[in-house]
């Protein structure tokens, strides 16, 4: 892998995710969700409790857009305006495509994120870990969204595959709150998992079984679609 | 190195049936290859073969002297390509598709903006892709191949679309490519522009061969055994090329009623129609 191409491409990549409103806005939707709820005074009458649900919401919904519309578009949308074969043409190589959509999708999720924690009113001193779970979190999803862009034809289609995993890893996760059912069905979608983590480090509990599980969850969603990724790879290779 | 591309007996079969059946042919270092044929008849398939797009089911190719296998991704910088549908990003202006592409091929910026003002672009170098009319879009693409110099061009359809004085400056371009040692390989729906451009074509229908060699040789292959004959009185009178066409032809000049002789040499199109009978 040349280093150097995959810094051209991702920077290529940025730019082109700035100049595309179509996504970036979407990215940032969850940063205007959490700075709505907070200019209505929403947040104000929950107390306590609002830097806590602002937080999880806007985190489940900026990991489940960012991270699984971010690769599958762009790499759809490479595919039906033919630029992925004119970059491969160019001797650029399957891997450094790839790595480039993941580094900027992990970029914009960063900021997003980072906003998101901030806006919520938590206590920076627990961003570092916050970000670090956000990437393990949004690692599956990530891959799932590689997935997509190799089975999709174009844009269109992609979100025939997109909507049924957002949903899948968003809903539970939002609702968990509200049923013990749900809630533990949402303990084995990876951005709950993260949450989960994130509490355990808050709570003082980071060694703890509790916190065991959801890394056990986040891994075995990031090997899933990694083997997954894998096989359709090398059967259909990245421009089908 | 002499020969750049070798095909033997090459097929490829999708559902449909063969795409290629039992292709053959070369193209040497500083030519200029013509690949005509009907849509359909398999010339975008052979470039995506040659260019490991796809791969065959049997036969052997040679690229650059060596067996396609064995063709490494640095052999593929001495290699352009431009395909029948331009992949330049909409969103980037025509200077930034260049300088992008540029700076992935490891080209100084100076050689982008040398093809801009030689394709005609340096003027709008600022507008985005998007906006840009078919006829730019396929000239910013073309600058695009060429940025790093290749040794082998691969130009699918590459004036398809454009107007005639595009045409016209791509033709010239092409020309000072292949003064410059540039094989190039170019499939074509156009016969004036191969007869231009091309040192030889090879005529491709259904994935066979018909008929391949240099424009000139290919009328002359199959010039028609006809000579018409203008009198002095306007009268146009045909005959055969033999002793018979001879002697009327003598018979018209002592007799000074010859005005013009005209042999009817076939263009490459009714060539093709005569050997496959279908239309471009």
């Known amino acids: ?240 | 190195m002499s020969e750049m591309i070798r095909l033997e007996q090459v097929c490829l079969r999708f559902k449909t049936g063969f795409a290629l059946d039992g292709l053959s042919f070369q193209v040497e270092a500083g030519q200029v290859f013509g690949f005509l044929g009907p849509s359909g008849a398999g010339k975008t398939t052979t470039i995506k073969l040659l260019t490991k797009q796809l791969q065959k089911d049997s036969g052997q190719i040679h690229l650059l002297g060596k067996p396609i296998e064995e063709v490494s991704r640095d052999d593929f910088e001495k290699i352009g390509v431009l395909t029948d549908t331009n992949g330049l990003y909409e969103r980037m202006s025509i200077e930034e598709n260049l300088r992008f592409f540029a700076r992935l091929r490891n080209v100084s910026l100076a050689r982008g903006e040398e093809l801009l003002k030689r394709m005609g672009l340096y003027e709008s170098r600022k507008t985005p892709v998007k906006k840009c009319s078919k006829g730019m879009r396929q000239r910013v693409s073309l600058a695009v191949v060429l940025l790093h110099e290749p040794k082998l061009l691969f130009l699918d359809e590459p004036t398809s679309g454009l107007d005639p004085a595009t045409i016209q400056e791509v033709h010239r371009l092409l020309l000072e490519m292949k003064e410059e040692g540039t094989t190039i390989f170019l499939t074509t729906h156009n016969m004036e522009e191969a007869d231009k451009l091309c040192d030889c074509v090879g005529i491709l229908d259904q994935g066979r061969l018909v008929t391949s060699g240099s424009p000139l040789e290919l009328k002359l292959r199959y010039a028609h055994d006809r000579i018409n004959i203008r009198t002095a009185g306007g009268e146009v009178i045909t005959v055969n090329k033999d002793a018979a066409g001879a002697e009327k032809i003598l018979e018209l000049a002592r007799a000074g009623q010859l005005m013009t002789v005209h042999s009817e040499e076939p263009n490459l199109e009714e060539i093709f129609l005569m050997l496959t009978g279908r239309k471009f």
Not at chain 1, 40 to 49: K, R, T
Not at chain 1, 174 to 197: D, H, K, V
Not at chain 1, 206 to 235: D, G, H, K, N
């Open chain 1, 1 to 240: 892998m040349n280093l150097k191409k995959t810094g051209i491409l991702y920077g290529k990549d940025l730019n082109d995710f700035m100049k595309n409103p179509g996504i970036s806005v979407a990215a940032l939707i969850p940063v205007l969700f959490v700075v709505l709820y907070r200019s209505i005074g929403l947040a104000d009458a929950m107390g306590d409790y609002a830097s806590y649900f602002l937080l999880n919401i806007g985190t489940v919904m900026s990991i489940a857009m960012v991270a699984l519309l971010l690769v599958s578009t762009s790499v759809a949308e490479e595919k039906e305006k033919f630029t992925l074969r004119t970059l491969m043409m160019s001797n650029v190589r399957a891997s450094e495509f790839l790595l480039s959509k993941i580094l900027v999708t992990l970029t914009v999720l960063l900021i997003c994120n980072t906003l998101i924690f901030i806006l919520s009113g938590s206590a920076l001193s627990a961003l570092p870990f916050y970000l670090l779970c956000c990437i393990l979190g949004s690692a599956s999803l990530i891959m799932f969204s590689a997935c997509i862009g190799i089975m999709a034809r174009d844009q269109m289609s992609t979100s025939i595959y997109q909507i049924p995993i957002m949903l899948l890893v968003m809903l539970p996760a939002m609702l968990s709150e509200f049923n013990s059912f749900i809630g533990t069905l949402a303990s084995l979608t990876p951005i709950a998992a993260m949450m989960n983590l994130f509490g355990n480090f808050q709570a003082g509990q980071l060694a703890s079984a509790a916190s065991l599980q959801a890394l056990a969850v986040m891994l075995v969603w990031i090997a899933v679609p990694s083997l997954l990724f894998a096989w359709l790879y090398r059967r259909k290779g990245i421009d089908n």
